[in-house]
C-alpha cells in the first residue's frame, strides 16, 4: 500500500499528516516480551469504510503496516485501540487481531444495544476493553447511562473501560469515572497542560483520581500531543519532549504497577508534527529510568492486564 493514500471512496482531511516513513532504529533496546499498549488500523479505506460520522478522515494504515513497524522497533506485541474514525464497526480491529496469531489485543468501541453474542465474537478475536471517549472535538457526547449499561455487559467478561478525555473536564467526569467497577485505562494522563506545575492542582487532582482508585491505570503516553516546547522526536533527537518528562516519570514513579505505554501509531489528528517512532522509544528511559521500571511499564503490566493467561 501507497504511504499516505487513502483508499476507496474518501478523501483525507484537509491538512492531515501522515504517519512518518522510514522511522529510526530505537537506541533503547526494549525488554524481552516489550508491548506497544496503544496503537490503531485505519482501513483500508476500501476494505473498511470509515464511519458516517466520523469528525476525520485519516490516510490508511493497515495492520501488516502496523505489524511491520513493530518488528521494526522490536516490540512482541501490540494492543490495537479502535479509533474514532470507525465509530463502533470493529471490522478494521478484528480484522488485525485475527492476522497477529494472538501478537495482538484489542480495544473496542460498541453500542448500548451490542449483544452478549457480539460481545463474545470480539472476545473471541482478541478485544479485552471498550473506549469512552470525552473528548469533546472528537466524538458527539454519549450519556452516561448509556455508557453504564455497556459496562454492566463487559464485566462478566473480564474487560476493563478505556477513558479518553482532557484534564480541563475531570472535574465534572471524577465522581462518573470513579463509580466504573471494572478497571478502568486513563489514556495519556488525562491529557495534562504541561504549562501547568506537574505538582500545581489541575495534575493534582488526576493524581488523586488515581490514588483514590486502585482499579485506575494510565498510559504514559502520547509526549507528542502534549509537548508545547518540544524537542521535537525527530532528526535523531534523544531527549525529546522534555516538559512532558516531568509529569510522565512521577506517574510511573508513584504507579509503577498501573503505567502502559505505547506509541499511538499511526498518530490521529497531529497539527504540530509527526514524530519518528524510533524517537519516541528512545523517549522512555527519561520516564522510566531504571530497568525495574522498564520491564513493568512495557512488559509486566500490559501483560497482566492483556494477557493474563500467561502473566
Request: charged share 30%; proline share 8%.
Amino acid at each position: 500500500m501507497a504511504h499516505g493514500k487513502t483508499t476507496g471512496d474518501f478523501e483525507k482531511t484537509p491538512g492531515w499528516l501522515d504517519w512518518y516513513e522510514g522511522p529510526s532504529k530505537p537506541t533503547f533496546r526494549l525488554p524481552a516480551g516489550a508491548v506497544d499498549a496503544h496503537c490503531h488500523v485505519f482501513g483500508p479505506g476500501a476494505e473498511f469504510p470509515y464511519a458516517p460520522e466520523r469528525k476525520y478522515t485519516p490516510c490508511d494504515a493497515s495492520a501488516e503496516e502496523l505489524f511491520a513497524l513493530r518488528d521494526h522497533l522490536g516490540f512482541d506485541r501490540n494492543v490495537i485501540v479502535q479509533a474514532t474514525c470507525h465509530g463502533a464497526d470493529n471490522r478494521a480491529l478484528v480484522d488485525a487481531l485475527r492476522r497477529s496469531e494472538g501478537r495482538a489485543r484489542g480495544v473496542a468501541t460498541v453500542r448500548r444495544d451490542v449483544t452478549e453474542e457480539q460481545l463474545a465474537e470480539l472476545h473471541e478475536a482478541g478485544v479485552r476493553g471498550v473506549r469512552f471517549n470525552f473528548v469533546k472535538r472528537l466524538v458527539d457526547r454519549v450519556p452516561t447511562d448509556s455508557l453504564e449499561e455497556i459496562v454492566e455487559k463487559i464485566a462478566p467478561l473480564g474487560w476493563h473501560v478505556v477513558i479518553y478525555f482532557e484534564a480541563a473536564d475531570l472535574p465534572d467526569l471524577y465522581d462518573f469515572f470513579s463509580a466504573i467497577k471494572t478497571d478502568v485505562v486513563v489514556d495519556h494522563m488525562g491529557r495534562p497542560d504541561v504549562t501547568k506545575d506537574p505538582d500545581g492542582p489541575e495534575f493534582e487532582l488526576f493524581l488523586r483520581f488515581m490514588r483514590e482508585n486502585p482499579n485506575v491505570w494510565t498510559k504514559v503516553s502520547c509526549p507528542e500531543r502534549l509537548s508545547v516546547t518540544g524537542p521535537r522526536a525527530l532528526d535523531g533527537e534523544q531527549h525529546a519532549y522534555t516538559d512532558v518528562v516531568p509529569f510522565a516519570r512521577r506517574v510511573v514513579e508513584e504507579f509503577p504497577d498501573r503505567v502502559l505505554w505505547g506509541t499511538d501509531w499511526p498518530h490521529p489528528n497531529l497539527k504540530d508534527h509527526m514524530p519518528d517512532d524510533g524517537l519516541l522509544v528512545d523517549y522512555i528511559p527519561q520516564i522510566a529510568t531504571t530497568a525495574e521500571l522498564q520491564q513493568r511499564l512495557l512488559v509486566d503490566n500490559p501483560h497482566r492486564l492483556y494477557w493474563p493467561e500467561g502473566a
